[in-house]
């Protein structure tokens, strides 16, 4: 059985029903918290806060910045924050860099993602220099509280997933980046390990991450940074969106 957990520890309950009918259980996309799955494949949600953040960094080495995170339930989002703040700490402790807001966004909504980054200008008097928003939607929220305020396209905002209206703001220049995981990849590599152990064959994996219940054996994929500048080799080439559904009447 393949689940995709919502809420990444009430769907425990579901792995130990299964494994009394003896069913195995993958995890897909998510991590299922203390159960005892069999395999979890995803791509690399600690890589894909990494490589926000060092894009962020990249232009903003010195700054406030802000962190709209997403629904604390998501085992994904945990591990995405992980990976923003490894690479944003080292700039943290030389002073270089000052986090002037860290907040969830409960259910991943744009409308609460925008009320968090309307707090966010509000306890910084507008003094933002860049915003990591654990996905698009979340990023979508934070540029309109930022287009609210007058500060669109002038604070760089990165993002996550590649959504169309992501990579649209990215063309239009109100948002900076976004990180893409190619989903026919994953749903293949699940495919594929789903009728490897329904066979009884040996299924291996590269790494064990702990759930809290066990180290589970996982796959992790690499995501990719997608910019304005490799856009059409990754997400238009994936054939992931239409060239002329993101770029509509905006000039190439």
């Known amino acids: 059985m ?100 860290d907040q969830w966004t409960k259910d991943w909504t744009p409308a609460n993602a925008q009320a968090n980054m309307e707090q966010a200008i509000r306890n910084s008097n507008g003094q933002i220099d860049a915003v990591i928003a654990a996905n698009d939607a979340t990023a979508g929220g934070a540029i309109q509280a930022l287009q609210n305020h007058g500060l669109i396209s002038q604070i760089p905002v990165a993002g996550q997933d590649a959504d169309l209206a992501g990579v649209q703001r990215i063309v239009v220049g109100t948002q900076t980046m976004t990180v893409y995981k190619p989903i026919q990849i994953l749903s293949n590599k699940v495919a594929e390990i789903a009728v490897s152990m329904a066979k009884g064959e040996i299924v291996t994996a590269d790494q064990q991450i702990n759930n809290g219940k066990k180290e589970v054996p996982s796959v992790l994929l690499p995501p990719i940074a997608v910019d304005l500048a490799n856009l059409e080799s990754t997400v238009i080439k994936d054939g992931f969106h239409a060239a002329e559904d993101i770029y509509g009447t905006v000039t190439k």
Not at 38 to 67: C, H, R, W
Not at 76 to 85: D, E, I, S
């Open 2 to 101: 393949v689940i995709v957990p919502h809420n990444a520890a009430a769907t425990a309950a579901i792995v130990h029903k299964a494994h009394l009918a003896g069913i195995q259980v993958i995890a897909y996309d998510r991590l299922v918290k203390n159960a005892e799955v069999d395999m979890y494949i995803s791509f690399d949600n600690e890589q894909v806060g990494k490589m926000q953040a060092e894009a962020m960094t990249a232009l903003v080495p010195k700054g406030n910045y802000v962190f709209i995170g997403g629904a604390i339930t998501d085992n994904n989002a945990h591990l995405l924050k992980k990976g923003v703040f490894k690479v944003l700490q080292p700039f943290i402790e030389s002073g270089d860099i000052h986090v002037v807001y």
